[in-house]
Nanobody, 116 residues
């Protein structure tokens, strides 16, 4: 129901940084939860960073390195990724749970590759 468009993926070296953006078609203030998941080859999709009414939750593997933020006026959420590691390589998907809707919305995914 909610259209999500990601951008900002690409190639980075270990220790480098990238910033992912997710633009939503509707007001992000109407979301119960919103954030980022990722899926590496051969692995299941996992939560990276998600905010909800209870706060922001980060995966243990990215704590201290990734930061979730948002710009309500632009209906956009961001994932600042610092100190990148090769194991961060994955397709990153924007995620949103609209208020009153049990079915989540997903972006198309953006590739992040960390390699020397």
């Amino acid at each position: 129901q909610v259209q999500l468009v990601e951008s900002g993926g690409g190639l980075a070296q270990p220790g480098g940084s990238l910033r992912l953006s997710c633009a939503a078609s509707g007001s992000i203030t109407s979301m119960f939860a919103m954030g980022w998941y990722r899926q590496a080859p051969g692995k299941k999709r996992e939560s990276v960073a998600v905010f909800s009414s209870s706060g922001t939750t980060y995966a243990d593997s990215v704590k201290g390195r990734f930061t979730l933020s948002r710009d309500n006026a632009k209906n956009t959420v961001y994932l600042q990724m610092n100190s990148l590691k090769t194991e961060d390589t994955a397709v990153y998907y924007c995620y949103a749970m609209p208020l009153g809707d049990p079915i989540p919305s997903w972006g198309q995914g953006t590739q992040v590759t960390v390699s020397s």
